[in-house]
C-alpha cells in the first residue's frame, strides 16, 4: 500500500520537474527578479503602514469601547501605535536596503566561501558538504544578524522603555543574545546535519523523506522549546493554590482536558506584556499563564482566557495548523528539485562555476526560498485568514460552555472573556483602530472590536441554545 502511495507520489513529481526542466538549463537574471520581488513587498508592506499611520491621529476610541478606555489611555495607547508604525516603517525599509545590498554584492557566495575556510581550518575538504554547509549556514546568520542589533536595541531601550513595557537591562540584552546563538547552533547544526543527509540519502525522492523528518522535528520542538530551553530565559513555577488555580483546574476537569502541569511564567521579567497558553502531545498538556496576565485580571477572567485557549484544543485547531503546515511544507519541496541542480541559479547570485556545476544543497535551498518570498506573502495572508477564523471558533467556545457543560457558572464566560480582552488591549496599550488592509496582511487574530462584535452575536446564540435546552427538559 505504501509502495504504491509512493510510486504515485514520485510519478506526479516527475511531472512537475519535466515542466520546470529549464530552471537547469536557462540563463535567468535571478538576482534581478529577487531584487524587485523583495522591494514589491517591502514597498507594500510601507504603503499598509502609511494606511494604517492616519489611524492614530484619531481622538476618541471606537464607540463600543468608549466606556472601556480612558482619555489618557487611549491617548497613551495612539503614542504608542504611532511610535511603533514609525519605527516599522524606518526599520522595514532600512533591512532592505540592507539585504538588498548584501544580495547585489555576493554575501551568500562569500559566506560559502568563508565556511570553506573554516571547515579546511579544521582539516577538513570540500567532499565535508555537510560540515562546509554548517559553517556556511552560520557564518552567513552571524554577518546577516549584525545590522539589526541597533534596531533591536533601539527598539528595547527606546520605544519599549519610553512606553513603560521594557524590564530588561542591557546585561540581559546581551545575555539573552548570546543565549540565543548558543542554543540555535545547538539545534541548527544538527537538524542542518539530519535535513541534508536526508537529500544524501534519499537521492532523487527526498520529498516524503524529508517531509517525515520535518514532522519529527516540529514534533520534538513542541515539547523542548517550552521544557527545556524557555526555561533558559524565564522561570516557571506551579501555579499557587488559590482561587485561579481551582478555577482551571475544575475546568479542565469538566472538559476532560489532558492537564499535566500549571504554571505561572516571569514574564515581567523583560516585558510588561501578557499572555496565556498551552503546549503539549496528547494526553499530557501544560498551561503557562503570564505573571503579568494574572496581576492585570480577575481570576475569573484569566479563567475565561484559558476557556478560549482551551476551545483551540477542543476543536483541534493546532492539529488543523500543523496540517496545513505540512500541506505547505509539500508544495514547496515538490517545486525544489527543478532548483536543486540548477548551475545558472547560483551563476546568478555570483557563485563561482565550480561551485554552480555541482550546486551545495543547503545554497540551492536557500536560493529557492528566497525566490518565493512574494508567493510567502500570499501565503502568509491566507494562514492569518485561517488563524482568525479558529479565534472566532474559540470565543464561541468559551460562550457556550454553560451549554456544552451544563453548568450555570458558566453563563456569563463571554462576558469575563469580552473584560478579559479589553483589559488586555487596555494594559497592552494595544491599537484599537485598524485599517482593514492592514489587518489582513499583518494580524492573525480578530481586532478587538470585531472580536467584541462577534462576542455580543456567540452570547445570543448561546442563551438562545441554553433556553431551547431547558425548555426540552421541561
Same mark, same amino acid.
Given at each position: 500500500?505504501?509502495?504504491?502511495?509512493?510510486?504515485?507520489?514520485? +510519478?506526479?513529481?516527475?511531472?512537475?520537474?519535466? %515542466?520546470?526542466?529549464?530552471? !537547469?538549463?536557462?540563463?535567468?537574471?535571478?538576482?534581478?527578479?529577487?531584487?524587485?520581488?523583495?522591494?514589491?513587498?517591502?514597498?507594500?508592506?510601507?504603503?499598509?503602514?502609511? &494606511?494604517?499611520?492616519?489611524?492614530?491621529?484619531?481622538?476618541?476610541?471606537?464607540?463600543?469601547?468608549?466606556?472601556?478606555?480612558?482619555?489618557?489611555?487611549?491617548?497613551?495607547?495612539?503614542?504608542?501605535?504611532?511610535?511603533?508604525?514609525?519605527?516599522?516603517?524606518?526599520?522595514?525599509?532600512?533591512?532592505?536596503?540592507?539585504?538588498?545590498?548584501?544580495?547585489?554584492?555576493?554575501?551568500?557566495?562569500?559566506?560559502?566561501?568563508?565556511?570553506?575556510?573554516? +571547515?579546511?581550518?579544521?582539516?577538513?575538504? $570540500?567532499?565535508?558538504?555537510?560540515?562546509?554547509?554548517?559553517?556556511?549556514?552560520?557564518?552567513?546568520?552571524?554577518?546577516?544578524?549584525?545590522?539589526?542589533?541597533?534596531?533591536?536595541?533601539?527598539?528595547?531601550?527606546?520605544?519599549?522603555?519610553?512606553?513603560?513595557?521594557?524590564?530588561?537591562?542591557?546585561?540581559?540584552?546581551? +545575555?539573552?543574545?548570546?543565549?540565543?546563538? !548558543?542554543?540555535?547552533?545547538?539545534?541548527?547544526? $544538527?537538524?542542518?546535519?539530519?535535513?541534508?543527509?536526508?537529500?544524501?540519502?534519499?537521492?532523487? &525522492?527526498?520529498?516524503?523523506?524529508?517531509?517525515?523528518?520535518?514532522? #519529527?522535528? /516540529?514534533?520534538?520542538?513542541?515539547?523542548?522549546?517550552?521544557?527545556?530551553?524557555?526555561?533558559?530565559?524565564?522561570?516557571?513555577?506551579?501555579? $499557587?493554590?488559590?482561587?485561579? %488555580?481551582?478555577?482551571?483546574?475544575?475546568?479542565?476537569?469538566?472538559?476532560?482536558?489532558?492537564?499535566?502541569?500549571?504554571?505561572?511564567?516571569?514574564?515581567?521579567? &523583560?516585558?510588561?506584556?501578557s499572555n496565556a497558553y498551552f503546549?503539549?502531545?496528547?494526553?499530557?498538556?501544560? #498551561?503557562?499563564?503570564?505573571?503579568?496576565?494574572?496581576?492585570?485580571?480577575?481570576?475569573?477572567?484569566?479563567?475565561?482566557?484559558?476557556?478560549?485557549?482551551?476551545?483551540?484544543?477542543?476543536?483541534?485547531?493546532?492539529?488543523?495548523?500543523?496540517?496545513?503546515?505540512?500541506?505547505? #511544507?509539500?508544495?514547496?519541496?515538490?517545486?525544489?528539485?527543478?532548483?536543486?541542480?540548477?548551475?545558472?541559479?547560483?551563476?546568478?547570485?555570483?557563485?563561482?562555476?565550480?561551485?554552480? !556545476?555541482?550546486?551545495?544543497?543547503?545554497?540551492?535551498?536557500?536560493?529557492?526560498?528566497?525566490?518565493?518570498?512574494?508567493?510567502?506573502?500570499?501565503?502568509?495572508? !491566507?494562514?492569518?485568514?485561517?488563524?482568525?477564523?479558529?479565534?472566532?471558533?474559540?470565543? %464561541?467556545?468559551?460562550?457556550?460552555?454553560?451549554?456544552?457543560?451544563?453548568?450555570q457558572n458558566m453563563g456569563d464566560?463571554?462576558?469575563?472573556?469580552?473584560?478579559?480582552?479589553?483589559?488586555?488591549?487596555?494594559?497592552?496599550?494595544?491599537?484599537?483602530?485598524?485599517?482593514?488592509?492592514?489587518?489582513?496582511?499583518?494580524?492573525?487574530?480578530?481586532?478587538? +472590536?470585531?472580536?467584541?462584535?462577534?462576542?455580543?452575536?456567540?452570547?445570543?446564540?448561546?442563551?438562545?441554545? /441554553?433556553?431551547?435546552?431547558?425548555?426540552?427538559?421541561?
Open positions: 500500500m505504501l509502495g504504491n502511495v509512493l510510486g504515485l507520489l514520485n +510519478t506526479g513529481l516527475d511531472a512537475v520537474q519535466a %515542466r520546470l526542466a529549464w530552471v !537547469a538549463t536557462d540563463t535567468v537574471n535571478w538576482k534581478f527578479y529577487l531584487q524587485v520581488c523583495s522591494w514589491s513587498v517591502c514597498l507594500f508592506e510601507s504603503y499598509l503602514l502609511l &494606511r494604517q499611520f492616519p489611524l492614530y491621529s484619531k481622538t476618541e476610541p471606537p464607540p463600543v469601547l468608549a466606556d472601556h478606555f480612558k482619555p489618557e489611555t487611549f491617548k497613551k495607547s495612539q503614542a504608542y501605535g504611532k511610535d511603533k508604525a514609525k519605527f516599522s516603517l524606518v526599520s522595514g525599509i532600512y533591512k532592505q536596503i540592507v539585504d538588498s545590498m548584501f544580495l547585489q554584492y555576493g554575501l551568500m557566495a562569500w559566506s560559502w566561501k568563508t565556511g570553506g575556510k573554516i +571547515t579546511a581550518l579544521l582539516g577538513y575538504g $570540500p567532499e565535508y558538504e555537510i560540515l562546509q554547509s554548517i559553517a556556511f549556514a552560520f557564518t552567513l546568520f552571524f554577518v546577516s544578524s549584525i545590522p539589526s542589533l541597533p534596531l533591536s536595541w533601539y527598539q528595547t531601550f527606546v520605544l519599549e522603555e519610553k512606553h513603560g513595557f521594557n524590564k530588561m537591562t542591557p546585561g540581559l540584552f546581551f +545575555t539573552d543574545m548570546i543565549k540565543s546563538w !548558543a542554543i540555535g547552533f545547538a539545534i541548527g547544526a $544538527p537538524f542542518l546535519a539530519g535535513f541534508l543527509s536526508v537529500f544524501k540519502w534519499a537521492g532523487k &525522492r527526498f520529498v516524503p523523506w524529508l517531509m517525515a523528518f520535518l514532522l #519529527i522535528f /516540529q514534533l520534538s520542538m513542541v515539547v523542548l522549546y517550552p521544557t527545556v530551553i524557555q526555561p533558559l530565559f524565564n522561570k516557571l513555577s506551579p501555579l $499557587p493554590a488559590g482561587e485561579l %488555580r481551582t478555577r482551571i483546574e475544575e475546568l479542565a476537569v469538566k472538559l476532560k482536558f489532558p492537564l499535566k502541569h500549571l504554571y505561572e511564567i516571569d514574564g515581567s521579567k &523583560r516585558s510588561s506584556h503546549f503539549g502531545l496528547p494526553g499530557k498538556k501544560h #498551561i503557562v499563564i503570564f505573571d503579568t496576565l494574572i496581576k492585570q485580571s480577575k481570576p475569573e477572567e484569566v479563567e475565561a482566557v484559558l476557556a478560549h485557549e482551551l476551545g483551540h484544543w477542543f476543536y483541534m485547531h493546532p492539529s488543523q495548523l500543523l496540517l496545513l503546515s505540512q500541506l505547505h #511544507i509539500f508544495s514547496i519541496l515538490a517545486l525544489f528539485p527543478a532548483f536543486l541542480r540548477a548551475p545558472p541559479l547560483l551563476r546568478a547570485f555570483d557563485f563561482p562555476p565550480v561551485v554552480a !556545476a555541482k550546486p551545495p544543497t543547503i545554497v540551492a535551498f536557500l536560493l529557492y526560498q528566497m525566490l518565493l518570498t512574494p508567493l510567502e506573502a500570499v501565503v502568509g495572508i !491566507a494562514m492569518n485568514a485561517v488563524s482568525r477564523k479558529f479565534e472566532y471558533e474559540a470565543d %464561541r467556545f468559551a460562550c457556550e460552555l454553560q451549554t456544552k457543560l451544563q453548568d464566560m463571554g462576558s469575563r472573556l469580552g473584560r478579559a480582552l479589553v483589559t488586555l488591549h487596555v494594559e497592552n496599550l494595544s491599537t484599537v483602530w485598524v485599517d482593514w488592509l492592514y489587518s489582513a496582511y499583518h494580524h492573525s487574530h480578530p481586532t478587538l +472590536t470585531e472580536r467584541l462584535r462577534a462576542l455580543e452575536g456567540f452570547k445570543g446564540a448561546a442563551i438562545a441554545a /441554553q433556553s431551547a435546552v431547558e425548555k426540552k427538559e421541561l
